[in-house]
């Protein structure tokens, strides 16, 4: 009687610890799940903040191409005859992903005559719940120049010609909304330019920031503090203000700055005058970058199993 | 001793029944598709994990968004920051039972389940129709269904709107194991 008593008891708390409901299951499931870890995502919307390197590379197999205009007034512009804007520059480049950390472009610009390219790696990524708080991206940019434009001089020798400039970029994503970075940026200068007083080599430190408006338009702003130069005969910091907007396989980057190049080595060294709104020192432009995805197949790894 | 014993036999009963109820898959695909004639989006998701306890049919699916592989790098990213915002709501999950369940609603065949599923902070009663595999101690789960986009307060905006279909076909397998904690 008594064994049969326990056998009874063994078959109901057995069967008592069995029979869970839908929610405990989900409960276990949560227990299972939790702990994964991931990319943050969309710290900035491009690889360019607006006129900066941004922190954000694409995703391997990536090829982009960049469409960038700018428009300006020149000061005391007296025979009033142009439609819109005075002056007009276009920038056309193309920038590829080697891998999801190794991103590498190339572009001109028609207004200054610079040819640009840039190397990126991503050297740490911030993650989700993970030990990396922060991200960073070191950049090696190289321009050549190619012509004579406000501020700069063309050398005679063509090797004086190429600038480079090196970066460090740290940033990080606060919350869903709000983005930052920080960048030490060293610049030389291929030639003596005596807009810069003959000075060659500048150390800038650069912020940008990045605010979500809604689920497809950011606010994003960048300023670049340039050290031991005087500021305004010696030319101005960047500053810009902008909007990335993303449709679809497209970004467009509205922006107002105070800087008429697209190039780095000229936007931190070589901008005449200081942001405001007045004729000639507005400058408004629109980035549109088309976005191609090749290596979809590897990517997409979906096996219809019906 | 003899409580001792007994208390031994408790023990390992009961650890081999809750084995033997109960059954997990840690690696269930779930694709799913939205075809329109602007463009078509495919991604899938390798890391769904679900359970179910074979005791009283019910079935518990969760995944994470971010696990989602999409043919484009760029989708991947727009379906977690602007459509179903992972970082607010990372999980999508199903809880639910079999329909009139019975000792032989996991033999081969068809079967259809009652629950709910909870995506993007919405939940919303839905109806699967599943078909069973049963291969002794591993039990396969497949089947397919259709979620509206507009029933979870997903939003898309009109620009857009050609470019994801309405209604979003989801397609899933699942191949449990016994169930070990």
Same mark, same amino acid.
């Given at each position: 009687m008594k064994n049969k008593n326990n056998i009874l008891l063994i078959f109901t708390l057995c069967f008592g610890i069995v029979s869970v409901s839908a929610q405990d299951i989900l409960d276990i499931l949560d227990k299972e799940l939790s702990g994964q870890k991931f990319y943050t995502q969309a710290t900035f919307k491009a690889n360019r903040v607006l006129l900066g390197q941004s922190v954000e590379t694409r995703k391997k197999g990536v090829l982009e191409f960049?469409?960038?205009t700018r428009y300006w007034n020149i000061p005391n512009n007296e025979?009033?005859?142009?439609?819109a804007a005075d002056r007009f520059s276009a920038h056309f480049g193309a920038q590829y992903a080697f891998t999801d950390r190794f991103t590498f472009g190339a572009g001109i610009t028609t207004w200054d005559g610079i040819v640009n390219s840039f190397a990126k790696y991503r050297l740490l990524r911030q993650q989700d719940n993970g030990k990396s708080q922060l991200g960073i991206t070191l950049v090696q940019g190289t321009s050549y120049f190619t012509r004579n434009f406000l501020g700069f001089q063309l050398p005679n020798e063509s090797s004086n010609r190429l600038s480079f400039v090196s970066q460090a970029i740290i940033a990080r994503k606060f919350d869903r909304n709000l983005s930052l970075q920080i960048a030490p940026t060293y610049i030389h200068m291929g030639s003596e330019q005596p807009s810069l007083d003959g000075n060659q080599d500048f150390f800038s430190l650069g912020f940008g920031g990045r605010y979500k408006l809604s689920n497809h338009v950011s606010l994003v702003s960048e300023y670049y503090y340039t050290f031991g130069r005087e500021e305004g005969p010696e030319g101005f910091n960047l500053f810009s203000l902008g909007v990335?907007?993303?449709i679809s396989d497209v970004i467009l980057q509205f922006s107002m700055t105070n800087s008429k190049s697209f190039d780095d080595v000229a936007n931190y060294t070589l901008i005449p005058n200081n942001f405001n709104v007045n004729a000639g020192r507005l400058h408004i432009g629109v980035n549109a970058t088309y976005v191609l995805h090749f290596n979809q197949k590897k990517r997409a790894n979906i096996k219809s199993k019906k | 001793m003899n409580k001792l014993v007994i208390l031994f036999f408790f023990l390992h009963f009961g650890a081999f029944c809750q084995t033997?109820?109960?059954i997990i898959t840690r690696q269930g695909q779930v694709s799913f598709f939205s075809y329109t004639s602007v463009e078509d989006i495919e991604a899938t998701n390798n890391q769904v994990h679900s359970i179910?306890?074979?005791s009283n049919g019910a079935i518990g699916?969760? %995944?994470l968004l971010r696990a989602f592989i999409f043919k484009k790098s760029l989708m991947e990213e727009h379906f977690n920051e602007s459509y179903v915002e992972s970082d607010i709501y990372p999980k999508t999950n199903f809880s639910g039972k079999i329909v009139d369940f019975n000792a032989d609603s996991f033999n081969d065949g068809i079967v259809f389940l009652k629950g709910n599923l909870e995506l993007h902070g919405v939940q919303k009663e839905i109806d699967i129709k599943v078909k069973?595999?049963?291969l002794g101690s591993n039990l396969v789960l497949t089947g397919d269904f259709e979620v509206p986009v507009a029933d979870f307060n997903i939003k898309v905006p009109?620009?857009?709107?050609?470019?994801?279909?309405?209604?979003?076909?989801? %397609?899933?397998?699942?191949?449990y194991e016994p169930y070990e904690e």
């Open positions: 960049v469409l960038g025979n009033g005859q142009s439609f990335n907007w993303e | 033997s109820n109960r179910v306890d074979k699916v969760s %995944m069973i595999e049963n009109p620009l857009l709107a050609p470019n994801i279909a309405k209604v979003i076909q989801v %397609m899933f397998r699942f191949e």
